[in-house]
């Protein structure tokens, strides 16, 4: 796995009440999914305080697709991986 991990701009909530933000490591398609907690403590809107720490997020992204802590997302009907999910919460975006 490369550590080439790049994550967009666009922030999204999830029907689980978890920001997502999309990613690519050249062929391999990535989501990573902050758990809210993350920016709970922050007094700001949740979506500029997420695009403020954007580059934490992709640091703590890229650490863990590198240690090869992401899941593979497969699709119900082909059984071929979809995606990889990168779980991170308040810890892995601490200084």
Request: net charge negative; charged share 25%; aromatic share 6%.
């Amino acid at each position: 796995m490369s550590k080439d991990l790049w994550i967009a701009q666009r922030f999204l909530m999830n029907e689980r009440g978890h920001y997502t933000v999309t990613g690519d490591c050249g062929a391999e398609r990535i989501v990573v999914e902050i758990d809210p907690s993350a920016v709970a403590e922050q007094e700001e809107d949740p979506a500029r305080g997420l695009v403020r720490i954007r580059a934490k997020i992709q640091a703590a992204a890229r650490q863990k697709w590198a240690a090869g802590e992401a899941q593979p997302v497969f699709n119900e009907h082909s059984g071929q991986i979809r995606h990889h999910i990168i779980a991170l919460t308040a810890g892995d975006l601490r200084p």
